[in-house]
Nanobody, 122 residues
Framework: EPLVESGGGSVQAGGSLRLSCVAS????????LGWFRQTNRREWVSAIT?????QYGNAVKGRFTISTHNAKNTLYLQMNSLKPEDTAMYYC???????????????????WGQGTQVTVSS
């Protein structure tokens, strides 16, 4: 099943955006869902475990919030206090089972969306 992101765009520093990812077929309670971003490398941003616990990378902790709307099969990333260094292509990701601690291994068990671009200007 595809993961379909939306909500990217261009904002000024200090602004906010909310990314959405429709994750049909990735049943709540069975998958780790998360967000990555990529400039010259793919960086783990945040994840939500099958039991609803949230995890954040140090670069976004306190500014970004991950959440799900289970009835809509949708994953969100609320991004506040955006900085120019947050500029990247953002990808939604799913991985069966519990979440790794921090970044995920790139071992073929991850499913990726097509990405949505976020650009933050100073």
């Amino acid at each position: 099943e595809p993961l379909v992101e939306s909500g990217g765009g261009s904002v000024q520093a200090g602004g906010s955006l909310r990314l959405s990812c429709v994750a049909s077929g990735y049943a709540y309670g069975h998958y780790c869902l998360g967000w990555f971003r990529q400039t010259n490398r793919r960086e783990w941003v945040s994840a939500i475990t099958p039991d609803g616990a949230t995890q954040y990378g140090n670069a976004v902790k306190g500014r970004f919030t991950i959440s799900t709307h289970n009835a809509k099969n949708t994953l969100y990333l609320q991004m506040n206090s955006l900085k120019p260094e947050d500029t990247a292509m953002y990808y939604c990701a799913a991985r069966r089972g519990d979440c790794p601690s921090g970044s995920w291994p790139f071992d073929g068990n991850n499913r990726w969306g097509q990405g949505t671009q976020v650009t933050v200007s100073s």
